[in-house]
């Protein structure tokens, strides 16, 4: 190595490291002497996995829970069962029952009126005079049993667009 | 009984190599505070690995290994506190930390003091890879072959970045030897 770089390292090797001061040595030693056990038992800790007394009340909460489910859910089970059991005679009047169905016997499509309505200009710049005809619907059912009538009116109408001649 | 013995040897192996391991730390960070938190870190890093007697290791680690973990230590630190340091880059934080560093070298006597404070502001000057071949060198006493396994360099770039450290360090503190 050359000359000068030798005085260097020479002058580097003169110097020693200032010590550790005592609050430093101090918190380091901890490490080798409280930490002894906790260190081992932390190892421990890291490998068995406790099973602490909320948790046991947790799983025996979760299974009554599960347990009172499934009880409900048998219970409606055959709840269900019963409704079909008895909803099997309505099912058989209904079917039954034609004699309570009413029969349409009437239809009337009554014209009452026309009306004009605006006039509008179509995108072909045509005028056209827009008229509604004015309906009346009527229909009547009737029970062939007890020879009752329903009757029913419903007012329609139709827009019909006259083209307005300009000529 | 056992665990005293332990705990011992390990007191005696840190009072032998304490101060070296955190004159290395002090050369990987930024100031007094950190390389103390570094080497406390790595120490207890050390602790949990060679301590275990699952693994029948019960004795302290060979010291280029405690260097590696002082080096890896001050890499985890600095990946952790550079977002802090970044924020407080601006602001008296970091001025009072920089004048909290304490001298790195001994000296009992005046003018040794300015020479040391001389080689602490050199070694601050100089790239951090010299700088860390000249620590585990000089004060670490360790070899090439060592350094190199610490650091996982080839032995020849350990000696050369030694060299250039020398070299750089020569041109600070001698700077009319040329």
């Known amino acids: 190595m050359d000359k000068k770089l030798k005085e260097i390292e020479n002058l580097l090797k003169e110097q020693k490291p200032c010590g550790l001061d005592t609050g430093l040595k101090r918190e380091i030693e901890l490490i080798f002497t409280e930490q002894l056990s906790q260190h081992e038992s932390l190892n421990k800790q890291n490998k068995i996995i406790n099973f602490p007394l909320h948790q046991r009340?947790?799983?025996a909460a979760a299974i009554v829970i599960a347990a009172i489910g499934s009880l409900f859910a048998f219970l409606n089970d055959s709840n269900r069962k019963?409704?079909?059991s008895a909803s099997t005679p309505i099912i058989g009047q209904l079917e039954n029952g034609e004699a309570d169905k009413f029969i349409p016997?009437?239809?009337?499509?009554?014209?009452?009126?026309?009306?004009?309505?605006?006039?509008?200009?179509?995108?072909?710049?045509?005028p056209y005079q827009a008229v509604r005809y004015q309906f009346s619907d009527s229909f009547i059912w009737k029970n062939k049993?007890?020879?009752?009538?329903?009757?029913?009116?419903?007012p329609s109408q139709r827009l019909f667009y006259v083209p307005i001649k300009t000529d | 009984?056992?665990?005293?013995?332990?705990?011992?040897?390990?007191?005696?192996?840190?009072?032998?190599?304490?101060?070296?391991?955190?004159?290395?730390?002090?050369?990987?960070?930024?100031?007094?505070?950190?390389?103390?938190?570094?080497?406390?870190?790595?120490?207890?890093?050390?602790?949990?690995?060679?301590?275990s007697k699952d693994d029948g290791t019960f004795?302290?680690?060979?010291?280029?290994?405690?260097?590696?973990?002082?080096?890896?230590?001050?890499?985890?630190f600095a990946r952790k506190t550079g977002r802090r340091l970044k924020r407080e880059q601006n602001s008296e934080q970091l001025v009072q930390d920089s004048d909290q560093v304490a001298t790195w070298?001994?000296?009992?006597?005046?003018?040794?003091?300015?020479?040391?404070?001389?080689?602490?502001i050199a070694l601050k000057k100089i790239s951090p890879k010299y700088r860390e071949i000249i620590t585990l060198k000089i004060?670490?006493?360790?070899?090439?072959?060592?350094?190199?396994?610490?650091?996982?360099?080839?032995?020849?770039?350990?000696?050369?970045?030694?060299?250039?450290?020398?070299e750089a360090l020569r041109k600070i503190l001698k700077p009319n030897t040329d």
């Open chain 1, 57 to 59: 009340i947790a799983t």
């Open chain 1, 82 to 84: 019963d409704i079909n």
């Open chain 1, 105 to 126: 016997i009437q239809t009337e499509n009554i014209f009452e009126g026309v009306v004009e309505d605006n006039i509008i200009i179509s995108e072909d710049k045509i």
């Open chain 1, 145 to 154: 049993n007890d020879g009752a009538l329903i009757e029913m009116k419903v």
């Open chain 2, 1 to 51: 009984m056992a665990d005293n013995n332990l705990s011992e040897q390990w007191k005696e192996w840190f009072h032998e190599n304490g101060t070296r391991l955190l004159l290395f730390a002090r050369g990987k960070t930024n100031s007094e505070q950190d390389a103390k938190d570094v080497l406390q870190e790595s120490i207890l890093r050390l602790w949990k690995s060679y301590s």
């Open chain 2, 59 to 76: 004795h302290p680690p060979p010291i280029p290994l405690a260097f590696t973990a002082v080096r890896n230590t001050a890499i985890d």
């Open chain 2, 105 to 120: 070298f001994e000296a009992d006597r005046l003018i040794d003091k300015e020479r040391a404070n001389e080689i602490e």
């Open chain 2, 139 to 166: 004060w670490g006493e360790l070899t090439f072959l060592e350094i190199s396994k610490a650091l996982d360099i080839p032995a020849n770039t350990a000696a050369s970045r030694y060299r250039y450290g020398l």
